[in-house]
């Protein structure tokens, strides 16, 4: 079991940055699939950024180039976001994955919704213009 604890969102204006980080208890494998996903009010979950299983980073197009995925030794992770707009307003969620056996960029892509993850519970963004 994993239990997840995202803090660092809040209220900021376009343009501006915030730092999600994600800390965690119980055991995370190397082997894990990790990564960040969000939910506005009214849309489907999807998926942020994430790291592929050699390390490499991943995002999605819309975030790509303003969104930095991090993590810690400990496997805590980050997410950097610079150049807010008001459609990254969401409630933002990290989790893992133990199993994922078409691998991370699949279960970030599509298998999550399929799979046993582990989710924390979230940390609301909401970007005003």
């Known amino acids: 079991q994993v239990n997840f604890v995202e803090s660092g969102g809040g209220s900021v204006q376009v343009g501006g940055s915030l730092r999600l980080a994600c800390t965690h208890s119980?055991?995370?494998?190397?082997?894990?699939?990790l990564g960040w996903f969000r939910q506005a009010p009214g849309k489907e979950r999807e998926g942020v950024a994430t790291f592929e299983r050699d390390g490499n980073s991943r995002y999605a197009p819309s975030v790509k180039d303003r969104f930095t995925i991090s993590k810690d030794n400990d496997a805590n992770l980050y997410l950097e976001m610079h150049n807010l707009k008001p459609e990254d307003t969401a409630m933002y969620y990290c989790?893992?994955?133990?199993?994922?056996?078409?691998?991370?960029?699949?279960?970030?892509?599509?298998?999550?919704?399929?799979?046993?993850?582990?989710w924390g519970q979230g940390t609301q963004v909401t970007v005003s213009s």
């Open positions: 989790a893992a994955d133990p199993g994922a056996p078409r691998g991370c960029i699949m279960w970030f892509r599509l298998d999550w919704r399929n799979a046993r993850n582990f």
């Open positions: 119980g055991y995370i494998g190397s082997d894990y699939c």
